[in-house]
């Protein structure tokens, strides 16, 4: 127990010193000229305006959502496209028994030589299972498609649309005033 504890100790120490050697290292060594503008705070480029504790514009939080959203359903053709792939495979009937038993294997999540020749997949049942998935991701991918036109319709993914919809407001405002005339006396 005590060479357990050893190693556990010694693990957290190397740990430790991966992580100090080069910040120790970095501030021994690295140039220290700081001047008014490197040490001015900035937030995506941009300069910092006033306090911290103003809210953010909202285009920020909607491109970091619309982000999250699309990558997280693309994701989901990974691993879809492992199982379309073997199931494609599996439904030549010219594959021998062997391969069709490894594949068989790995589609199934069984352990490598389990299946026979009477429990492997068969090339029918391969065939259904690959126009199952390929209609499958058909209606996922198309439900992907409709919700980005319609984010896309509603103008989320442009940058500048507020600032344009405000610039073309003010035009009309501006053409809108009337102009009044001096009164006479």
Not at 56 to 67: E, N, P, Q, T
Not at 86 to 96: E, F, K, M, V, Y
Not at 156 to 180: C, G, H, T
Request: aromatic share 12%.
């Amino acid at each position: 127990m005590a060479d357990l504890n050893l190693h556990l100790l010694l693990a957290i120490v190397a740990g430790i010193g991966f992580i100090l050697a080069p910040l120790t290292l970095g501030w021994l060594v690295r140039p220290n000229t700081p001047t008014e503008e490197k040490l001015a705070p900035y937030e995506c480029g941009e300069p910092a305006i006033g306090s911290a504790y103003v809210q953010f514009d909202l285009r920020f939080y909607v491109v970091a959502l619309l982000f999250i959203i699309f990558d997280v359903e693309v994701a989901f053709f990974f691993p879809w496209g492992t199982i379309f792939g073997g199931a494609t495979q599996l439904a030549d009937p010219q594959l021998s028994e062997a391969t069709r038993m490894a594949i068989s294997d790995r589609l199934l999540d069984l352990p490598a030589g389990t299946s026979t020749p009477g429990t492997a997949i068969t090339p029918e049942a391969a065939l259904t299972l690959s126009w199952i998935g390929l209609g499958d991701i058909a209606v996922f991918f198309a439900v992907l498609l409709v919700g980005f036109a319609y984010v896309w319709k509603r103008g989320d993914l442009d940058w500048v649309r507020a600032m344009v919809a405000q610039s073309k407001e003010n035009a009309v405002k501006k053409r809108e005033r009337p102009i009044v005339a001096p009164l006479e006396a």
